[in-house]
């Protein structure tokens, strides 16, 4: 007898509860409490995770000295400044001075003059005529460096060698540009034009860094000007032009940090710039990476203008490939921590670095400190006098060491070249064209 088609033999649904293997045991009714017991009170209880609180920086915020009143220049006997910064010691006793407070005085008393202040916000009709004045010698500092162009050196990226004849230059006119501040005295002159001319950079060794910024922040001392005009106006054209002239003579950055740090030769654009944006509606410290972001707003605010230029003349896309310091603090939360981070790297990366603060020059503006070394007395040669090469003298340990400035490392090294060069050298080899990215991102 032929099967049932798919018949698989016993028909296992016919079987009763007690036959059918899949079908489980039913408890009787005495095992089954009236009261189960309440499992739940067994389980562990759920707290809220305590978030812990983040670390706090290690580095106390500094506290703005008081700002003194300006000397009166019937009591100073103006001299030449001098380099007095040339051992550990000179520097230990600088950092203890009222020089000291002075420059962080004036520093942070022009950042907190900024805070939430956009530059346009100052029009050009309220400018006092001292403010006019210094707009007018920064004009006639770009004639000079257009009347004074770089030599040929055969795509060389490092610094031109036109950028002497631009500095001597500059010292034949600032006589004459200082008579129009109202500086009449011919050793006031001498004195103040110091700071004037180590302002643009350095006349052996072609370079340009915070170093020589701060020069001119000494320079602005002499000036009974408004504050919020002297940066929002004079040092932003100070900034414009110092663009033109690292462009024109590709200056190699002055000391260590380059691309390590925040900018190949400026500081002070984030410190004002961050002071600017303290409060801003909408800009946050993370906006720098977007691009619509800074071409919108990067003439109203230096910190985002400043960004914009830095990536204008890098040929690799991408703050985290060219500036990773600038790429870790948009990570900050607000721009209170970046202010406030600004200020403790003023203090440590520029008034406590030795071989930034070795070239400082003291006078009878900003006094040396009784006790501090004389660059006679060690047989040091003057800023002026270097030779060639830019090797500094100092004391360490009782000995003489020779520094050069041109370097990776805090200390010895080879010479940097400029990236603004190589970015101009690239532009010369398209044709003029836009540089060609490597696009990581």
């Not at 006031?188 to 701060?214: K, M, P, W």
């Amino acid at each position: 007898m032929p099967s049932e088609p798919f018949s698989m033999g016993k028909d296992t649904t016919m079987l009763s509860a007690t036959e059918n293997p899949r079908s489980p045991n039913p408890l009787p009714a005495s095992a089954i409490p009236e009261k189960p017991p309440n499992l739940s009170a067994q389980l562990p209880k759920l707290t809220p995770r305590v978030r812990q609180p983040p670390p706090s920086n290690p580095l106390p915020l500094p506290k703005t000295p008081t700002l003194p009143s300006p000397p009166s220049r019937t009591h100073l006997s103006f001299i030449r400044p001098t380099r007095r910064i040339l051992s550990p010691k000179d520097h230990d006793l600088f950092l203890a001075s009222s020089t000291y407070d002075l420059l962080l005085s004036f520093v942070f008393s022009l950042t907190d003059s900024v805070r939430d202040k956009r530059i346009s916000d100052i029009k050009e009709t309220e400018l006092s005529s001292t403010v006019k004045h210094i707009l007018h010698i920064l004009d006639e500092v770009d004639d000079v460096a257009n009347q004074c162009p770089p030599e040929d050196q055969g795509g060389s990226r490092f610094g031109n060698k036109g950028f002497r004849n631009f500095l001597d230059a500059l010292g034949i006119e600032h006589e004459a540009w200082h008579r129009k501040l109202g500086i009449e005295d011919p050793e006031a002159i001498n004195e103040v034009s110091a700071y004037f001319l180590q302002s643009f950079g350095n006349h052996t060794r072609i370079d340009y860094g915070s170093g020589h910024e701060l020069n001119f922040m000494v320079w602005l001392l002499i000036t009974p000007a408004d504050f919020p005009a002297l940066v929002l106006h004079v040092f932003t054209r100070y900034l414009t032009l110092m663009r033109h002239i690292q462009s024109t003579y590709y200056l190699e950055p002055a000391g260590s940090h380059g691309v390590w740090g925040l900018d190949d030769y400026q500081f002070l654009p984030f410190l004002f710039g961050s002071s600017q944006l303290l409060h801003h509606p909408f800009i946050r410290p993370l906006s720098i990476h977007q691009t619509l972001i800074l071409d919108e707003y990067g003439h109203d605010y230096m910190y985002l203008g400043q960004v914009a230029f830095v990536n204008s003349v890098k040929n690799v896309q991408g703050l985290r490939w060219h500036s990773p310091m600038l790429d870790d603090i948009s990570a900050a939360k607000s721009w209170e921590k970046v202010e406030g981070g600004m200020r403790r790297m003023f203090v440590a990366e520029v008034l406590r670095k030795l071989p930034v603060m070795q070239h400082f020059l003291f006078g009878s503006l900003v006094p040396a400190v009784e006790g501090m070394n004389r660059e006679e007395e060690l047989g040091v040669p003057s800023e002026e006098e270097e030779t060639e090469g830019g090797e500094t003298v100092v004391m360490k340990d009782g000995m003489k060491h020779v520094h050069q400035q041109s370097s990776w490392g805090d200390c010895c090294g080879i010479k940097v070249p400029s990236s603004i060069g190589a970015a101009q050298e690239m532009k010369k080899r398209m044709g003029g064209e836009g540089l060609r990215r490597v696009p990581f991102d």
